[in-house]
DNA sequence: CATGAATGAGGCTTCATTCAT
DNA sequence: CATGAATGAAGCCTCATTCAT
């Protein structure tokens, strides 16, 4: 039976779509008012009973997680994918890390709160181009080898630390002094020590 | 204004008391309960009435940023002072980032809660030894000069993210690394390109 | 009627594992839940829908009533039965009502759901055999008159009550010394008023 | 000062009014909606905010013992004690079980919500004078020398059971037949073996 | 000036039950 | 006839903060 015309209530495209509804009126929410957001509030915003919700979703720190999965799913990893394609491998790992936290720089506040909820390094740890492009980096003896892709969510995160610590005007900028600082230290160099283990 | 009758000085004294007080018990209601604590709690710890300490310190963020503060203050600015004494400039700044977030990794949620009611940048400000530290190890030529003394807190922000997002059973190691990275490229180096602004 | 066909024998059948199943379901959910357990839980154990549960037994109390009725019927009955056999009329009266405890002890939270949910009375008046042992008992002149087999399903909620109410270490021995209250003021005695009616 | 007119507003007895308008408002609730009833509803009712609720009873299973204590010490107790003065010891007994059930009986509700919350025995064991009653009953010979006052409460549990459990029209009347029972059972008599222990 | 009782708002979560498929 | 997604209504509890004494 193809589509028909009209409402055509399907009960599992409904249950998909409500799931959508839900992260979309969670990453609405969180933009809105902030990390300190109300899961009732997610919930009239996806016009979803709060039930449906925790149906889904088990727990308001389960909400932020997946927000934040699907966001960096759906609109990082696409950025970062395209950014780490370069022919000069440090450099593909410069523009993913940008590329990276510029994204996430565009929804700060989802950030914050992931950040807060603790699931930052959950999700982020979806991001694997990013990963490779440290490996090329490293084979290619620009990134020092001492790093690994399990570093890069906690770089990640304390850039993203950067900015939710100083929302002022030029949170927008701050940020890039920052990445920069940890890029410079993350280079090959004949003076550097090994890492202190993780 | 000399110092007058007997009465006035006594209660001049109990209030410094009391604001001594507030500040141990907001110290120890974070160690116990975490950055989670209840304003409550500080006042029954403190054995004064909630009234009380909402004259003294006008909300639950200032009684955090006023707690971190006088911890800065009083148990982390002495250690970085005698860290950052040293013949070696550059030793002196990295002993001193290292005191600096050992000594915040020794009360690590308060340090915790600070991060949450953002208020970290603002009592590390107190801390100056390090800025000095930082301008003799660039005016000796090790560090690179286009840091500056506001960059420190902001660096000191992001290793105590490191610490509050991977609390684990090595949380307590993991930040050197992370340090150790931050200081590779806080080096002067002919590589480096300047810093984006602040 | 005679049995028709196969298929919808074959349904039949099915439709009545899936009563015991979920009966089954409700009787372990309840073991080990509590009586505060979910209707959704039991479902799930069953492994059949929570609407399917629900067409069969109206609501969650008439479930409970089915399961500790079935419970009874099939678990406490037969022990009582074998109990009450006995040559002495007024032994087989004390051996019947402390097998009948006895197995409601061993299920103690389904009989506290049963209490809560107000149908002890209703599935025990099923046991029917301790009825007939009250009645030899009186006959044979042991025990007082006045009492009716009606009496027992109260007899015994009195006693269940004390294992819910002191759920405690010894919650195992304490409703022998109330059962033996009960039953010493059941025997036959020239001192007893008649008791009050029902 | 003395007592001015108009509202004379204090706090300290507004506390202690509201302390007493809440655990009237307990019984009301409960005796109108049962012992499901909703602790919002109580504050409602008692018109204070539920935290100042919650600020006095720590829990609603608390509010609970509360609010039976209260019955049980200013309704029950007197009764008890005025039933229990009597020249016959084992008529004092009876007379004073017979008043704290029928008691009990009035509020019929709140007992079930107690029951249901485990606290009966906590607050019936505030009622010494039936300890005493049953101490005498001993002393002279009329009750049996195997019981102890801690049995009481358990006896009184299991009446009230029999109120629960047959909301009926004669529920009135019902447990006075239990009671009778176990009463027989309590008296001394050269056929009882030794109780099982508690 | 300290007290602490009171507040009001809101938070998260859970359940029994009913539709639409 | 079974499914399970969705519901709506509560429920309990906690907190930062402000009055009245």
């Known amino acids: 039976m193809p589509e028909s015309s009209g409402p055509a209530r399907t ?3 409904d249950a998909r779509r409500n799931h959508e509804r839900i992260l979309d009126a969670t ?6 008012v902030g990390p300190g957001f109300a899961v009732d509030d997610v919930a009239a915003r996806a016009g979803v009973a709060v039930a449906t919700l925790y149906r889904r979703f088990g727990s308001r720190r389960d909400l932020i997680r ?3 999965e699907r966001f960096a799913t759906d609109e990082v990893t696409p950025l970062v994918t395209a950014a780490v394609r370069g022919p000069d491998p440090w450099q593909g790992l410069v523009d993913g890390l940008e590329a990276t936290v510029l994204a ?3 929804n700060a506040p989802l950030a914050a709160a992931a950040q807060d909820a603790g699931v930052v ?3 982020v740890r979806f991001m694997d181009p990013l990963g490779q492009a440290l ?7 620009a990134a020092r080898p001492d790093l ?3 570093d890069l969510p906690v770089l990640i995160a304390m850039v993203v630390t950067t900015m939710v610590q100083y929302p002022g005007p030029d949170a927008g900028r701050a940020w890039r002094r920052y990445l920069a600082l940890l890029l410079d230290g993350s280079r090959a160099g004949p003076s550097h020590r090994p890492l202190p283990p993780m």
């Open 11 to 13: 009960l599992r495209a």
């Open 27 to 32: 990453r609405d929410s969180i933009a809105e």
């Open 66 to 68: 997946a927000a934040f």
């Open 104 to 106: 996430l720089a565009g």
């Open 121 to 123: 390094a959950d999700a």
């Open 135 to 141: 490996r090329r980096a490293q084979e290619g003896g």
């Open 148 to 150: 690994t892709p399990d």
